[in-house]
């Protein structure tokens, strides 16, 4: 074991954060390039673009649930959570290789259809993601004490995501979405695979005193996430809806709101069994939910905000004066056309929401000390609800949508961190992956959620009506978490600290 692991020093949560910042340069890539990539190389609509972004929650279901269950009871490769760490590594590495040469797939395996191949790479590129999202940040709960060390970690560990999130949009509005493909697939190569080689995780977890042994089944996950239930509904409905769209026209809209209505009461409810009888269990349903409507606003926002930007801000400005092409022009040389533009801006504002995202857990800390992680959570998610509307209603050249993104990356900053830090202190910690993965179905449950905001919008063709959703969405999301209660460890001891991705 390496001295700075036995010390608990800050080189060491800082090597234990690498696994993420793998994932979170992964992800940030696939928000930069997927979208872009889809729609200006191969020309797909909002429809089938939304629809390729359904392999990541599909994906999310299977890996991250599955993977949390094993690697809580096996031992291979000298870990738990490494061997899916590695493999996890090695496939993302292998779909940011091959995501830019999808017509070429197609010519050499001869089919034809560009949305099938898409859906595979993106399949398995969101399969690897979520293969090593989980033991990523697993790792960091298994080899830390709860309270400050453990947030500590979570600290470190969204730092570091947050500023390569920050390095990988620089990156696209430099050399382009497709060289940003090639880059991440050396990054996340070598901060997935070779960190976890110089970690030592423990074979036997520790059991909290007052935790009992329990045994967790399908069934028993199933039953677990009832709360979701009515995103788990609507993302099946999505699926057939794509294919047959005439035939179930008349039903999207009503299963939609059907969806959110049946998770709004069911929130009601469990909020109420809380006041009655408090419990870990009644928390963590309470946070899965509160999660799971923030998650919906903005995988909406990382999928759809180009088609908003060209729809809505391109035709009120000159391409000459548009500030995130100076990036490119100044250090390639190359004149940014249309196609181009609606990239770069996304990749700047994202640019802005990621640096945020890097620099604010600092700031949040400290609040937290003083007022609770799950106040201070509350009160930047209430930013990320103003910077919304901001752009929704006042977002009409380039400028703006910039200082939405700021107010917005303020939420962000603690949707990626604080969230597992209090979420850990819920559940079993002998079964920390398997409940890390299904926490992660408020996730990925609800990102599917987004391919019925992208088909309102294609039917109405009204882009405003993206981020309107977006703020009644984070808005639901901050009344819940009013009712969710501090840790014991924070509240009692003020041992408060906040972070991770």
Same mark, same amino acid.
């Given at each position: 074991?390496?001295?700075?692991?036995?010390?608990?020093?800050?080189?060491?949560?800082?090597?234990?954060?690498?696994?993420?910042?793998?994932?979170?340069?992964?992800?940030?890539?696939?928000?930069?390039?997927?979208?872009?990539?889809?729609?200006?190389?191969?020309?797909?609509?909002?429809?089938?673009?939304?629809?390729?972004?359904?392999?990541?929650?599909?994906?999310?279901?299977?890996?991250?649930?599955?993977?949390?269950?094993?690697?809580?009871?096996?031992?291979?490769?000298?870990?738990?959570?490494?061997?899916?760490?590695?493999?996890?590594?090695?496939?993302?590495?292998?779909?940011?290789?091959?995501?830019?040469?999808?017509?070429?797939?197609?010519?050499?395996?001869?089919?034809?259809?560009?949305?099938?191949?898409?859906?595979?790479?993106?399949?398995?590129?969101?399969?690897?993601?979520?293969?090593?999202?989980?033991?990523?940040?697993?790792?960091?709960?298994?080899?830390?004490?709860?309270?400050?060390?453990?947030?500590?970690?979570?600290?470190?560990?969204?730092i570091m995501s947050g500023f390569f999130g920050v390095f990988a949009y620089f990156l696209s509005?430099?050399?382009?979405?497709?060289?940003?493909?090639?880059?991440?697939?050396?990054?996340?190569?070598?901060?997935?695979?070779?960190?976890?080689?110089?970690?030592?995780?423990?074979?036997?977890?520790?059991?909290?005193?007052?935790?009992?042994?329990?045994?967790?089944?399908?069934?028993?996950?199933?039953?677990?996430?009832?709360?979701?239930? @009515?995103?788990? +509904?609507?993302? &099946?409905? %999505? $699926?057939? *809806?794509?294919?047959?769209?005439?035939?179930? #026209?008349?039903?999207?809209?009503?299963?939609?709101?059907?969806?959110?209505?049946?998770?709004?009461?069911?929130?009601?409810?469990?909020?109420?069994?809380?006041?009655?009888?408090?419990?870990?269990?009644?928390?963590?349903?309470?946070?899965?939910?509160?999660?799971?409507?923030?998650?919906?606003?903005?995988?909406?926002?990382?999928?759809?905000?180009?088609?908003?930007?060209?729809?809505?801000?391109?035709?009120?400005?000159?391409?000459?004066?548009?500030?995130?092409?100076?990036?490119?022009?100044?250090?390639?040389?190359?004149?940014?056309?249309? @196609?181009?533009? +609606?990239?770069? &801006?996304? %990749? $700047?504002? *994202?640019?802005?929401?990621?640096?945020?995202? #890097?620099?604010?857990?600092?700031?949040?800390?400290?609040?937290?000390?003083?007022?609770?992680?799950?106040?201070?959570?509350?009160?930047?998610?209430?930013?990320?609800?103003?910077?919304?509307?901001?752009?929704?209603?006042?977002?009409?050249?380039?400028?703006?949508?910039?200082?939405?993104?700021?107010?917005?990356?303020?939420?962000?900053s603690a949707v990626i961190s604080i969230v597992f830090a209090i979420m850990s202190e819920r559940?079993?910690?002998?079964?920390?992956?398997?409940?890390?993965?299904?926490?992660?179905?408020?996730?990925?449950?609800?990102?599917?959620?987004s391919n019925g905001v992208a088909n309102v919008i294609k039917a109405t063709g009204n882009h405003?009506?993206?981020?309107?959703?977006?703020?009644?969405?984070?808005?639901?999301?901050?009344?819940?978490?009013?009712?969710?209660?501090?840790?014991?460890?924070?509240?009692?001891?003020?041992?408060?600290?906040?972070?991770?991705?």
């Amino acid at each position: 074991m390496l001295n700075i692991q036995k010390k608990m020093s800050n080189a060491f949560l800082a090597l234990l954060g690498l696994p993420a910042t793998a994932v979170g340069f992964a992800l940030s890539t696939q928000i930069a390039a997927l979208s872009w990539i889809l729609s200006n190389k191969y020309g797909l609509d909002i429809h089938d673009v939304a629809f390729v972004w359904l392999a990541g929650p599909i994906a999310g279901i299977f890996g991250q649930v599955i993977v949390g269950l094993i690697s809580d009871n096996v031992w291979f490769m000298g870990g738990r959570r490494r061997p899916f760490i590695i493999i996890g590594g090695l496939v993302s590495t292998i779909a940011f290789l091959t995501l830019p040469h999808i017509r070429g797939i197609s010519h050499i395996t001869g089919i034809s259809d560009i949305i099938l191949i898409a859906s595979v790479i993106a399949l398995f590129l969101d399969l690897s993601i979520n293969v090593t999202f989980n033991p990523a940040r697993s790792i960091i709960a298994d080899l830390t004490p709860e309270g400050k060390v453990r947030t500590s970690g979570y600290v470190w560990m969204q730092i570091m995501s947050g500023f390569f999130g920050v390095f990988a949009y620089f990156l696209s509005m430099v050399f382009g979405n497709e060289m940003l493909l090639y880059i991440a697939a050396g990054i996340v190569f070598l901060t997935a695979v070779f960190p976890v080689l110089f970690i030592q995780e423990k074979k036997d977890l520790e059991l909290a005193k007052d935790e009992k042994p329990e045994k967790f089944g399908v069934w028993q996950i199933f039953k677990e996430i009832f709360p979701l239930y @009515g995103f788990l +509904v609507f993302g &099946i409905f %999505s $699926l057939f *809806f794509h294919f047959f769209p005439e035939g179930l #026209a008349a039903w999207h809209n009503p299963v939609l709101i059907a969806a959110l209505a049946y998770s709004v009461i069911i929130g009601i409810i469990i909020i109420i069994q809380g006041v009655k009888k408090a419990s870990n269990r009644n928390e963590f349903q309470k946070i899965m939910l509160a999660h799971s409507f923030t998650w919906v606003a903005f995988q909406s926002m990382f999928i759809l905000s180009g088609f908003f930007i060209e729809n809505q801000i391109l035709p009120n400005i000159e391409l000459k004066g548009i500030t995130a092409n100076w990036f490119a022009e100044k250090l390639t040389g190359v004149t940014q056309t249309t @196609g181009s533009s +609606v990239g770069n &801006i996304v %990749s $700047l504002g *994202f640019f802005i929401l990621n640096l945020i995202g #890097a620099i604010f857990p600092l700031i949040l800390q400290s609040i937290a000390k003083r007022i609770g992680r799950v106040k201070t959570y509350i009160a930047a998610l209430s930013f990320s609800a103003v910077g919304y509307f901001y752009i929704a209603y006042f977002s009409h050249v380039e400028i703006d949508f910039y200082i939405g993104m700021f107010l917005v990356g303020i939420g962000w900053s603690a949707v990626i961190s604080i969230v597992f830090a209090i979420m850990s202190e819920r559940v079993n910690p002998l079964k920390m992956g398997l409940y890390m993965g299904v926490f992660n179905l408020a996730v990925v449950l609800p990102q599917m959620m987004s391919n019925g905001v992208a088909n309102v919008i294609k039917a109405t063709g009204n882009h405003q009506l993206l981020y309107i959703f977006c703020g009644l969405l984070i808005t639901t999301s901050v009344i819940f978490w009013m009712f969710v209660k501090e840790p014991e460890s924070s509240a009692a001891k003020q041992n408060i600290q906040s972070s991770g991705h």
